[in-house]
């Protein structure tokens, strides 16, 4: 009898498996996974990710509040993966797995990404806390935002995937009411700065963009061969140059124009238009002293290692790259001191990690296991 019970057993586990072979895991629908996402937003509340103490007083940060930030993170990464996958594949292989790389800085690609995702976090709840401080309510056109960017970012998703992460309607929308706060806070903070002006005016030489638009005739001390060699004059080639130019000096003081003295000349001297700064390191230091020492329509004559000028001024009324300087230097000093007015914001607050956020891994957070 036992024998017959037994092989009843088998026999039935056998037509069940028979029965099932061809079955399919029946695929949920958009209701049923809807469902799921709101279970899992429930369970999100109850787990803190992070706590954040300032003044004391410690705000707890669940899973809830933290699905947009974790989920957009990982989407990005699975972008990069699939920008450079046809050069990943290159280099590591075709079963290369993309978020055990590593990236510049040595990193994994999945604790890269979750470092991002925590700098931003970090970020958007100082400035959004910072906003609730001083009373700061949503701008209506940013309320107006909100339902495109919950409802474009609820789209980059399956609903499977939503589920999984309890990535619900109202979720990301609450998530993203954080962010627009902390956005709008920053976009005050940012227009209320003021740079002194002054200060940033006075830490840049603005005689140092002063053009001293010159011309010159120049005669050489000595030339060179095929083989670029130095090949010195004879002593009368040597003296017929410096008279040349003596005599160049001389009759460019008394008025002469700089063509007609070329033209004795051209066999030996050569003119050439120069624009020259004070601060410039290219051409020779005797030139440049020379042009800054210059009244406009003044000639100057000086020697170098290589041969002899006569300079004239032409014009000293333009200056080349000061107002980009000034506008980079009131740039730079409004960012320093945009940051530095974060930093002491920052300051306020402590940011602590909680076990079931050291849990958290990207690359499997939205995507199945």
């Given at each position: 009898?036992?024998?017959?019970?037994?092989?009843?057993?088998?026999?039935?586990?056998?037509?069940?498996a028979?029965?099932?072979?061809?079955?399919?895991?029946?695929?949920?629908?958009e209701?049923?996974?809807?469902?799921?996402?709101?279970?899992?937003?429930?369970?999100?509340?109850?787990?803190?990710l992070?706590?954040?103490?300032?003044?004391?007083?410690?705000?707890?940060?669940?899973?809830?509040?933290?699905?947009?930030?974790?989920?957009?993170?990982?989407?990005e990464?699975?972008?990069?993966?699939?920008?450079?996958?046809?050069?990943?594949?290159?280099?590591y292989?075709?079963?290369?797995?993309y978020?055990?790389?590593?990236?510049?800085?040595?990193?994994?690609?999945?604790?890269?990404?979750?470092?991002?995702?925590?700098?931003?976090?970090?970020?958007t709840?100082?400035?959004?806390?910072?906003?609730?401080?001083?009373g700061m309510?949503?701008?209506?056109?940013?309320?107006?935002?909100?339902?495109?960017?919950?409802?474009?970012?609820?789209?980059?998703?399956?609903?499977?995937?939503?589920a999984?992460?309890?990535?619900?309607?109202?979720?990301?929308?609450?998530?993203?009411?954080?962010?627009?706060?902390?956005?709008?806070?920053?976009?005050?903070?940012?227009?209320?700065?003021?740079?002194?002006?002054?200060?940033?005016?006075?830490?840049?030489?603005?005689e140092?963009?002063?053009v001293?638009?010159?011309?010159?005739?120049?005669?050489?001390?000595?030339?060179?061969?095929?083989?670029?060699?130095?090949v010195?004059?004879?002593?009368?080639?040597?003296?017929?140059?410096?008279?040349?130019i003596?005599?160049?000096?001389?009759?460019?003081?008394?008025?002469?124009?700089?063509?007609?003295?070329?033209?004795?000349?051209?066999?030996?001297?050569?003119y050439?238009?120069?624009?020259?700064?004070?601060?410039?390191?290219?051409?020779?230091?005797?030139?440049?002293?020379?042009?800054?020492?210059?009244?406009?329509?003044?000639?100057?004559f000086?020697?170098?290692n290589?041969?002899y000028?006569?300079?004239?001024l032409?014009d000293?009324?333009?200056?080349?790259?000061?107002?980009?300087?000034?506008?980079?230097?009131?740039?730079?000093?409004?960012?320093?001191?945009?940051?530095?007015?974060?930093?002491?914001?920052?300051s306020?607050?402590?940011?602590?990690?909680?076990?079931?956020?050291?849990a958290?891994?990207?690359?499997?957070?939205?995507?199945?296991?």
């Amino acid at each position: 009898m036992k024998q017959l019970r037994k092989l009843t057993a088998i026999l039935l586990v056998l037509i069940l498996a028979i029965g099932c072979a061809g079955c399919e895991k029946r695929k949920l629908t958009e209701k049923e996974y809807e469902e799921l996402a709101n279970k899992q937003a429930e369970k999100n509340k109850k787990k803190v990710l992070l706590r954040i103490t300032v003044g004391g007083e410690v705000k707890e940060i669940t899973a809830y509040d933290l699905v947009y930030f974790l989920a957009y993170n990982e989407k990005e990464g699975l972008e990069d993966k699939s920008s450079k996958d046809a050069n990943f594949r290159a280099n590591y292989g075709e079963n290369y797995e993309y978020w055990e790389l590593t990236d510049s800085t040595g990193s994994k690609m999945k604790d890269a990404y979750k470092n991002k995702a925590f700098s931003t976090i970090a970020y958007t709840y100082i400035m959004y806390y910072e906003a609730l401080n001083q009373g700061m309510q949503l701008e209506e056109l940013r309320k107006v935002k909100l339902d495109n960017a919950t409802k474009n970012f609820l789209n980059g998703f399956t609903a499977e995937q939503r589920a999984r992460v309890g990535m619900t309607e109202a979720c990301i929308r609450e998530n993203y009411e954080r962010v627009f706060l902390a956005e709008q806070f920053a976009t005050q903070m940012t227009t209320d700065y003021k740079v002194d002006e002054e200060a940033v005016k006075a830490s840049i030489e603005k005689e140092d963009y002063r053009v001293y638009e010159t011309d010159y005739l120049y005669v050489a001390k000595y030339d060179y061969d095929e083989n670029f060699q130095r090949v010195d004059f004879s002593a009368e080639e040597s003296e017929a140059r410096k008279n040349a130019i003596d005599d160049a000096f001389k009759r460019l003081k008394d008025g002469e124009d700089m063509a007609t003295v070329l033209a004795s000349y051209e066999s030996i001297m050569h003119y050439s238009p120069r624009d020259v700064y004070r601060t410039d390191t290219g051409i020779e230091k005797e030139y440049v002293d020379a042009a800054i020492s210059l009244d406009v329509g003044g000639v100057a004559f000086i020697e170098t290692n290589g041969g002899y000028y006569v300079i004239t001024l032409l014009d000293k009324s333009d200056f080349v790259g000061y107002d980009e300087a000034l506008e980079t230097a009131l740039k730079k000093a409004e960012s320093a001191g945009i940051t530095e007015l974060y930093m002491s914001y920052e300051s306020k607050y402590s940011i602590e990690k909680t076990s079931d956020w050291d849990a958290v891994e990207l690359g499997k957070y939205t995507v199945s296991k």
